[in-house]
């Protein structure tokens, strides 16, 4: 069996190839991939080479963990059924091509554990659910959003990419009415029950809890001077260069700095029951969409066009 995939051979080379797949065992499921995104954070990181190293990391490899498609086939085991909708968080079935994180291809095998069924209308939109549990993970720990005190809910967000977005919607489902720093005035747009400021316009230096995914390493001393004492400066960016901060500031507010990293099925879970429930919306976050074979100016987009939110690739011919 075989898929199409993006290959990245090497830092900002990528070929569209075919490779062969693992043989899918009985806990396995082929899933026939219909859409998949792009990471402006992971996916940038391989693309430039300053992806620092981690175990499985290396080149050539399949990126891409952010999936949607249908189940082709399913082992007796897999826990899924054929048919159904689904969305694939990765895979690693391509033999000596390593699967980092493996989704950008026309078919995958994958253990049918692994997948997570989603409503059929959701479509392309099931892209965004990595991200989405990425922001829900960030804020809550997978815990339920019922019952949580509104007081320590995000009050500033710094970014206002996809998931600066997610992570306010997600705020504001909660009850919350976040602020939002974006430099960009095109990409300050698009606020959806909570404001977007440019920095130098926000004049507050007592928010209880920050979150940055700007993934911009010599932040953390500027974020620190807007904290509450005891205030806590959430960390949901990538960052590929050391962080460090002055200690005088922080020891002052007595400043909490907390690492969120990737998301939990507990999360996954939670973020599909805002979404069912109508609280959390993924409407107009995905601005571009490019056929699987223009891979090559859809990465090169994603990656250099501010005005490009979410990139998303249509596999669906290739099938």
Request: proline residues 6%; charged residues 20%.
């Amino acid at each position: 069996m075989k898929a199409t995939a993006v290959v990245i051979e090497k830092p900002e080379h990528l070929v569209i190839s075919e490779l062969d797949l693992s043989a899918p065992g009985d806990a396995d499921v082929v899933v026939d991939i219909a859409f998949s995104g792009i990471s402006t954070g992971t996916e940038r990181l391989l693309w430039t080479g300053r992806m620092p190293s981690f175990p499985g990391m290396g080149y050539p490899l399949v990126p891409g963990y952010e999936s949607v498609g249908r189940v082709a086939a399913a082992g007796p085991d897999s826990g899924r059924r054929v048919g159904e909708q689904v969305f694939v968080p990765g895979a690693a079935c391509y033999g000596e091509v390593r699967g980092l994180f493996g989704g950008a291809a026309s078919r995958v095998v994958v253990p049918g554990a692994k997948v997570v069924p989603v409503p059929d209308d959701l479509g392309e939109e099931g892209v965004l659910l990595a991200l989405a549990a990425t922001a829900y993970h960030a804020i809550f720990q997978g815990k339920p959003v019922e019952g949580l005190d509104k007081a320590a809910l995000p009050g500033l967000i710094i970014g206002h990419g996809v998931l600066g977005r997610l992570l306010a919607r997600i705020v504001v489902a909660a009850g919350g009415q976040p602020m939002v720093w974006e430099l960009d005035a095109q990409r300050a747009e698009g606020a959806e029950g909570y404001t977007v400021v440019h920095p130098d316009k926000d004049e507050r230096r007592d928010y209880p809890c920050i979150v940055d995914v700007s993934g911009d390493s010599k932040i953390l001393d500027t974020l620190i001077t807007r904290l509450a004492r005891g205030g806590e400066v959430i960390l949901a960016g990538f960052y590929s260069q050391p962080l460090s901060f002055e200690f005088p500031p922080a020891f002052m507010r007595e400043a909490k700095i907390r690492c969120a990293a990737e998301w939990h099925a507990a999360d996954l879970i939670e973020v599909k029951k805002l979404i069912e429930s109508g609280g959390l919306s993924l409407k107009g976050l995905i601005t571009h969409r490019y056929q699987a074979v223009q891979a090559n100016e859809a990465y090169r987009i994603a990656f250099g066009d501010p005005q490009c939110l979410k990139m998303i690739l249509d596999w669906r011919d290739g099938q």
